[in-house]
C-alpha cells in the first residue's frame, strides 16, 4: 500500500498562505491523492482531492507535481479555524486499507 | 441530510464488558470502514465493508467484530474488552471510485478501565 510522508508540525500567521507539502514516491499511476484535516475531537473532514491536474475548491487549493511524486495543500489565507491535522492519503481503486498517517499538525498564530 | 452518525459519543467499559458501537449512513454508500485513532496518531483500519452481507477485515481486527446485514448500518462489536482497546472510534462510508471522496462519522471515544 502506497505510504504518504508529512511533516509533523507547521506554523503560520493568520491571514497568510500556508503550503503544507506531502510526499508520495511510490504512487500508482491510478492513486488518487486526497487530503483531509481533523479539527480538535472531530472526525475527519474531506478537503480536497486530485489524479494529476492541479484542483481548487473553496476550501483550498491542490498543487500536484509533475512527476506525482508530491503534492502540496495550498491555504490561500489561514484563519485560526483552520487549525488542525492535516492527512495526506492516497485512494486507489480497490484500495480499501487506505494508510493514515500522523499528518501535519497546522498552528495558526494569531 | 445527516451523513454518518455514530452512537454512543462516549463510553466507559469496565474490562471483559462487551459493546456494540453503532453507525449508519444516509448516503446510500456501499462502501464502510471503522477506524480507531488512538492519541497522537494516524487512523488505523478495523474493518470494511463493500457492501450488504460483505465485510473484510483491516489492519487491527484482532477483538472486534462487524456485520452489514443492510446498507446503511455497519455497527462495530467489541467482545471482551481490554484496555489496550481504550480509543477513539470512527466510522466513514464513501462511493466506490478512488475519485470519491470519505465521509465521517464525530467518533465514540471509549475507555475501558
Known amino acids: 500500500d502506497a505510504k504518504t510522508t508529512q511533516p509533523n508540525s507547521m506554523e503560520s500567521n493568520e491571514e497568510e498562505p500556508v503550503h503544507l507539502p506531502c510526499n508520495h514516491s511510490t504512487i500508482s499511476g491510478t492513486d488518487y491523492i486526497h487530503w483531509y484535516r481533523q479539527l480538535p475531537s472531530q472526525g475527519p473532514e474531506y478537503v480536497i482531492h486530485?489524479?494529476?491536474?492541479?484542483v481548487n475548491n473553496r476550501m483550498a487549493s491542490l498543487a500536484i507535481a509533475e512527476d506525482r511524486k508530491s503534492s502540496t495543500l495550498i491555504l490561500h489565507r489561514a484563519t485560526l479555524r483552520d487549525a488542525a491535522v492535516y492527512y495526506c492519503i492516497l485512494r486507489g481503486d480497490s484500495n480499501y486499507q487506505l494508510i493514515w498517517g500522523a499528518g501535519t499538525k497546522l498552528i495558526i498564530k494569531p | 441530510n445527516a451523513g454518518v452518525t455514530q452512537t454512543p459519543k462516549f463510553r466507559i467499559l469496565k474490562i471483559g464488558q462487551s459493546m456494540t458501537l453503532q453507525c449508519t449512513q444516509d448516503?446510500?454508500?456501499?462502501?464502510m470502514y471503522w477506524y480507531r485513532q488512538d492519541p497522537g496518531m494516524g487512523l488505523k483500519l478495523i474493518y470494511y465493508s463493500v457492501g450488504a452481507g460483505i465485510t473484510d477485515k483491516g489492519e487491527v481486527p484482532n477483538g472486534y467484530n462487524v456485520s452489514r446485514s443492510t446498507t446503511e448500518d455497519f455497527p462495530l462489536r467489541l467482545e471482551l474488552a481490554a484496555p489496550s482497546q481504550t480509543s477513539v472510534y470512527f466510522c466513514a462510508s464513501s462511493g466506490p471510485s478512488a475519485n470519491e471522496k470519505l465521509f465521517f462519522g464525530s467518533g465514540t471515544q471509549l475507555s475501558v478501565l
Open positions: 486530485g489524479l494529476t491536474s492541479n
Open positions: 448516503m446510500n454508500h456501499n462502501y
